[in-house]
């Protein structure tokens, strides 16, 4: 597949079309729109609501921050797909999408419309690692503003996939939405439409608690405007290896790494490859992706043996005492010997170390100690999955390590700015809004 030169005019013709406040005025140019984000308990995974096609159906789909863009299958939005539209084949629709072939009536598609000269590529699902190969179309998408005003998007592209596409997602998705680094992911296209900075700031909830994603440039409500003064940032890198399948490998061009170059627990950092902590720029092995598609963060084998290991005797100094391993889990603790703080387990403290000793990202037991039975906690990280979590990146952050934190993913500076733990300031990402 090539790549092509900067081809911006498709999202640009976008037509947007602004609905009317209920008062009959125009709502102003929208700097910023939110979203909500839920944790299904069953699965862990995180997911949005939004409104989509001529009928704006509802659809629940799921985060994932490395994906390139949405897809789904509704039976519900396909029995109204009126204002959806095929991306053809050799356009530049198809060339920003960067979809690999043409598929043609005879084969089928699940498209609302049967069309040949169909531009096609294929979707994954990074739960289960499975694919699907179809065409991608566009359709009428409703955002939110900060402002409150709702926004019509035309031409918002996505593919509709097949149902067994679906297989491991949560039972209330029916598919996912990309934020990836593509021209096609959701703050990628609004960026275009709105002429919007390309940024946007994720807040993940805990179990049982509401987050918020907010996409574009905006003052936030106190005391996060304070909390995203003070964030720090570390460099958005890229691994300029892309291998071409399914996620397992996954075109590793489009997702979020960052530069970890060191562990800590507590005070003492870890010994480790520093072979494994960079991005190898001839192969792509190596390095730290952000996924929210991953439960828990997931450590190259020798990572997560010396992290276990330093953990449990950090642990046995505070007097905690181990207990039997809950898979997935490698070291879990009584919990009546644990204490608890704001921010959660009174536990060793995690740091990953970005490019500096000054600069690094702090765990605390809120967000390194996961419930997994009666009376016992575990260190929530778990070991990389050779065939799960890639065989080549060796540290995937995931889920539960992001939850209560600003994450501010501004692409246009390639920065990622990030809290320390809300709760140490007494509030959470259920509270997190606009201002
Ligand atoms: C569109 O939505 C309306 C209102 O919810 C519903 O009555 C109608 O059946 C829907 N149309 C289709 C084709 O599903
Ligand atoms: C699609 O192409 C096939 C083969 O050329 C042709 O037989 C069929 O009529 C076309 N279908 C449509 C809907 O254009
Ligand atoms: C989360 O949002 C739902 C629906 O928007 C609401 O009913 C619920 O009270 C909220 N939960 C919390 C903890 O705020
Ligand atoms: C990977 O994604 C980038 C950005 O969308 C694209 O330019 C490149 O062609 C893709 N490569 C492969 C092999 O999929
Ligand atoms: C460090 O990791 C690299 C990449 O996996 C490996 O080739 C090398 O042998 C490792 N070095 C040591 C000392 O284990
Ligand atoms: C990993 O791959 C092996 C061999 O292909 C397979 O047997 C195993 O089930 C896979 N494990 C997971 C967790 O997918």
């Not at 409500?221 to 940032?233: A, C, E, L, N």
């Amino acid at each position: 597949m090539a790549s092509y030169p900067t081809l911006s005019i498709f999202i640009a013709s976008s037509l947007l079309i602004l609905s009317s406040f209920s008062n009959g005025k125009t709502p102003p140019k929208p700097k910023a729109f939110t979203f909500p984000i839920w944790k299904d308990d069953t699965t862990n995974q995180y997911y949005t609501t939004i409104q989509f096609g001529s009928n704006a159906t509802t659809l629940n789909v799921g985060v994932d921050l490395g994906g390139k863009l949405l897809w789904f299958n509704s039976p519900e939005y396909f029995s109204a797909a009126d204002s959806f539209r095929p991306t053809r084949c050799g356009t530049k629709q198809c060339k920003i999408a960067d979809g690999i072939g043409c598929v043609f009536c005879f084969l089928s598609p699940p498209a609302p419309r049967c069309t040949n000269n169909t531009c096609s590529d294929y979707a994954l699902n990074p739960f289960t690692g499975n694919e699907d190969y179809s065409g991608i179309g566009t359709d009428v998408l409703r955002v939110g503003s900060t402002r409150r005003a709702q926004y019509k998007v035309n031409n918002f592209p996505f593919k509709y996939a097949h149902d067994a596409l679906l297989e491991g997602l949560a039972t209330n998705l029916v598919g996912l939405i990309g934020l990836a680094r593509t021209r096609v992911s959701l703050p990628a296209h609004l960026s275009s439409a709105f002429k919007i900075r390309e940024k946007f700031t994720l807040c993940l909830p805990s179990s049982g608690a509401n987050g918020s994603m907010i996409i574009g440039e905006t003052a936030y409500i106190k005391p996060f405007q304070q909390i995203s003064k003070s964030i720090r940032t570390t460099p958005l890198l890229r691994n300029p290896v892309s291998i071409n399948g399914n996620e397992v490998i996954g075109n590793l061009t489009i997702q979020y790494f960052i530069g970890v170059k060191s562990i800590r627990v507590g005070e003492t950092p870890l010994v480790l490859n520093q072979t494994l902590l960079s991005i190898n720029k001839r192969t792509g092995e190596g390095g730290t992706s952000i996924r929210t598609v991953r439960a828990y963060t997931s450590l190259h084998k020798s990572i997560y043996a010396a992290l276990v290991n330093e953990f449990v005797k950090a642990a046995a100094a505070k007097n905690i005492k181990r207990v039997a391993s809950v898979a997935p889990f490698g070291a879990c603790f009584d919990s009546k010997t644990i204490s608890s703080t704001k921010a959660g387990p009174d536990v060793p403290t995690v740091d990953f170390v970005l490019q500096s000793k000054s600069v690094y990202w702090r765990f605390y037991g809120w967000n390194t100690m996961v419930r997994a039975g009666d009376g016992v906690m575990c260190l929530a990280f778990v070991e990389g999955q050779p065939n799960l979590s890639g065989p080549t990146t060796s540290i995937f952050v995931g889920g539960y390590q992001m939850e209560n934190h600003l994450l501010e993913f501004d692409m246009a500076a390639e920065k990622l700015g990030f809290s320390s733990s809300l709760l140490l300031r007494d509030t959470s990402c259920n509270q997190f809004r606009a201002a």
